[in-house]
């Protein structure tokens, strides 16, 4: 089964530099990479020039960073069965991937047992799940924060059941959560507005997000800058 390991980056190239071998490492095969960018500077296209191994597309009409967005962007883009979200800042045990894809089938999201600061998001989903819920949350763009328990109380909602992993299969690249915000419309953390939002979305429906759009964002606007498999030895 393919898994489409899936990752947004707005400004910090170097963060994916550094956590990039550690994904390239992975022990299940086969797994494919896709990038969604954005920021004004030329950073995706050296990427290419280096030979970047894997989809890379990028948003072009991006006024702030926009992670539930973007992810659902990369999906789109996605073709693997199974689909992992993982920060540009996490580095990967090299068997993390195929911890969870050899187990699959006693369960549809695999997500970490238990609370650790910064890699909180990273997990795996099917597809069939994260299609019926569809995807995340773009009304909780505005800021960063709690975008990832949302998908998670609604995979479950839809009868996608969990499977833990241990947080010692994934380091956080440290960095404060001024620089986490930096790129969002709202710059700090009002998890009481995101809880309104969230019982409100689940009030249209238990499970299905996106059917009423909160925020005033534009529909991204995608320029593809590599769909093929590139050279296999960029950041290695």
């Keep these: 089964m393919l898994l489409s390991l899936i990752t947004v980056c707005h400004g910090r190239w170097e963060y994916l530099r550094r956590v990039w071998p550690s994904w390239r490492a992975q022990t299940w095969s086969p797994i494919e990479f896709v990038v969604v960018a954005a920021g004004p500077d030329d950073s995706p296209l050296q990427l290419l020039r280096e030979g970047f191994p894997g989809k890379l597309v990028r948003v072009t009409n991006a006024p702030y960073f926009q992670l539930s967005a973007w992810r659902n962007v990369g999906a789109r883009y996605a073709c693997g069965e199974w689909l992992a979200f993982v920060d540009c800042d996490i580095l990967l045990h090299p068997d993390w991937a195929r911890k969870w894809m050899e187990q699959c089938g006693s369960g ?38 709690l975008e990832d328990y949302d998908f998670y109380r609604r995979v479950e909602a839809a009868g996608g ?76």
């Design 161 to 236: 059941r969990v499977q833990g992993y241990r947080g010692d299969y994934l380091t956080h690249l440290h960095h404060s959560d001024a620089a986490r915000a930096e790129n969002m419309r709202i710059k700090v953390l009002d998890q009481r507005n995101l809880r309104k939002i969230e019982r409100e979305d689940r009030a249209v429906h238990a499970w299905e997000t996106n059917r009423r759009r909160r925020c005033d964002f534009p529909a991204p606007r995608i320029e593809v800058l590599s769909s093929e498999t590139g050279a296999a030895s960029w950041g290695v």
């Design 108 to 145: 549809e999201l695999f997500r970490l047992a238990h609370f650790q600061k910064g890699v909180v998001g990273t997990c795996g989903v099917a597809r069939w799940v994260y299609e019926k819920v569809r995807g995340y949350n773009e009304n909780m763009d505005e800021q960063w924060g």
